[in-house]
């Protein structure tokens, strides 16, 4: 597995020398295998949360939340656990477990 090197400056992300082009400034990335996971500010969008590949290519978008209606369901926090679990928080009180090869959400859990 190659190391992927990226860095995240006032908002805007590189990958492996690798400008990327997102629709939203980044607010936070991680590093899982080999993707990055990058947040994005969620002030105009509900899928805000985007997995990078290698060269900084967009290898998944996450998918829109099935609950809720059309109310807005944007991500607000994006965490990988101590355990290596991929963990997306949205501002309706879900937790999503992720799945990093696919972003399919693998579990979901009401927290408010």
């Not at 936070?28 to 997995?51: G, P, T, W």
């Not at 809720?68 to 963990?87: D, M, R």
């Amino acid at each position: 597995m190659k190391k992927i090197e990226w860095s995240l400056e006032q908002g805007k992300m590189q990958v492996n020398g690798n400008h990327v082009s997102l629709p939203n400034i980044v607010i936070k990335a991680v590093e899982i295998n080999d993707l990055v996971l990058v947040l994005l500010d969620h002030s105009s969008m509900d899928r805000n949360i985007f997995a990078l590949n290698q060269e900084g290519k967009i290898a998944w978008q996450i998918e829109a939340p099935s609950y809720g209606g059309n109310e807005p369901k944007p991500f607000t926090e994006l965490a990988i656990t101590s355990t290596g679990k991929v963990q997306a928080f949205n501002w309706n009180g879900f937790l999503h477990e992720l799945d990093p090869t696919t972003g399919k959400t693998v579990s979901l859990k009401f927290t408010k």
